[in-house]
């Protein structure tokens, strides 16, 4: 591995601190014998060894600072910096005590799950490792996606530093920095002469000490900032505090108040009426101040975990060759068929006090001069159709044109051609006259339009908003969420679901190396969950409970035989659980995520593979505790004409969806999706309650204040 490959990834990190100078020399020094290795270099030899090895342990303890807040050397995931620097080490021998993060970050790469293999198993002292071997990284799938750039901000950084680096990088002790944020707290102390502020500026939920004294630049107008949460740059001394529960402080040499707080008495300066006072608030009082709660610690530190799950979500399935495809928002096709569509319409105008609104509607087709003659010489004179008055010949003549359309179209859709449109009924509303030519919706679900794409470029998958216009007050519905919904090529049910667990399991483990301050916050929070990172360890130590919907439904009935009571302790076959019985079965019956498999035909959608009883379909609901259903998915129908077949089942017109028909004529082959409400992740990450409380502005019904 080349050094200056190797230097070029470390000091992409945040921490310059890492470009020492042997510490990736170690490599290439086998302490163990106390001699130099033959392909040193001539400077390297050239050096004492005892100054060598003082040099990379203190390197090494440099290295293992950086590491306290950080998982991996360079970025949030795995990159070439790390397989060097573990390689080096492992050939090295074991990592000593003193560096308990450096440890801690050896086994996390030796451990994983492709490097493992090459490592013999982990162990710094095990035998068997390869650092040069091309082949073992190909295997590492860094070749898949090509190895990104570093990242290397010259032009945006704006000569501040963000807090979450400031704290993480004790190499900054002594030097001057500047720090922009707003504040939690402000304190005057000494009569007036010194002002303590509290800053956060979002990067984590820690906040820092700025002290400021009369003699400090800006001083008196910091002091009239109006207090909690006015805005503020200061640069300083960063030394270490003196004070308890926390590492630094600033001794600001100039400070600026760069927004005050204008709560007081009509618009003055002043705390009174700042909505995010210092005290805390109830999770209802924050979202009714949606646009103000990103300042609130509970708010910052889930939108902070929802951030590291998207990231994780596109990286996982980057790292794993799919593509990411953005399906429309808008869509004339009803994926679940369940009618719960938001419509979209031009029609009602731009001004919503305009009270001459017109929709327009289908009227009685009119008879044009010589048109009736064409169809039957019965000319009329003008006026003699006025009221909607048809001859009764003309009448059987439009209805026998109308049945012969309607069979012209079912027999299209019925080979999956393209259809011809069907009258619409006179009155119906004629979304012909609006902007998309027909009646136009919010998406549902991603899902048909993805499988166009699956089934061309193999693994794919969409993530983006999602509608439903359903009348839902609980704590797990929105009307828009964010859906993640993956579809895979060659591939049945039982391929399906190992990647939803893969999925779920890669991000719990990514919140757990990348979100450890925000976890612990949720931890400790009134709003959070004692136990909750125990609880996630949990779900990726083991694999989750797969078992059939029957074999589900014979468990709650023996539950409700044995005595338990449910709201509905009818359990019969066919039904379709409530999230009282999914979450007994995760929760109480087998305490851990629970995949339930091959549901009746009737309760699921209608592109769902039909098994070979004839009577479930190939579906998966994956039942999590506290949540229920987080996500649902299924093998998809691939034979043309079962499909169809579910689809006039389902009560669905198979034309409105001709191309989706299509797709099973041109090549069809199995495949698979399914799809993972991401703000129901969140909820099982963080173990706050509310589904409210995990998007910036929630939508239900009667709320879209923000
Ligand atoms: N992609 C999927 O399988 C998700 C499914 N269409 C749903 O909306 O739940």
Redesign the pocket.
Known sequence: MSHTLLLDAASASESGALKCKTAFSYAEITLEEGKIDANTSATTKGLELKAIQADIAKSLSIVDAHLVQHTYLACNFITVADISLACSIRAAGPVSSSTPNLSRWFNTIANHPKIAPLFGGGSAAGAGANSGNGAALVDLGLQLSGVPPPVAPTLYKRGRIRIKELLSTPSLIGSTVTVSGWSRTTRNADAGKLLFVELNDGSTTLSVQCVMKNTSTGFDNCKASGGTGASFTFTGELVESEGKGQSCEIQVIKGECVGAVYGGENMTIGGANYPLSKKSHGLEHLRQHAHLRPRAKVHAAAMRIRHAMAFATHKFFNDNGFLYIHTPIVTCAD??GAGEQFGITTMLGTDPHKTDVKVPYVEEPKKKEGAAEEEGGEKKKEGEEGGGGQSNKAKKKAAKKAAALAKKAAMAAAKGGKPEEDPLPVGAVDYGKDFFGKRANLT?????N?ETHCCALSDVYTFGP?FRAENSHTTRHLAEFW?I???IAFADLHTDMDLAEDYIKYCVRYALECCKDDLEFFEESQFGEKGLIKRLSNVIEAPFKRLTYTEGIELLKKTVADGHQFEESNIQWGMDLGSEHERYLCETIFKKPVILTDYPKEIK?F?MKLNPDEKTVAAADILVPKIGELV???QREHRHDILVDRCKESGLEPKAIWWYLELRKFGTMPHA???LGFERLILFITGLENIKDVIPFPRTPGVAEF
């Open positions: 994926c679940e549902v679900s991603g899902q048909l993805v999602t859906m919904e993956p579809e959608a592109y649902g998915g299924s999706g399914f799809g």
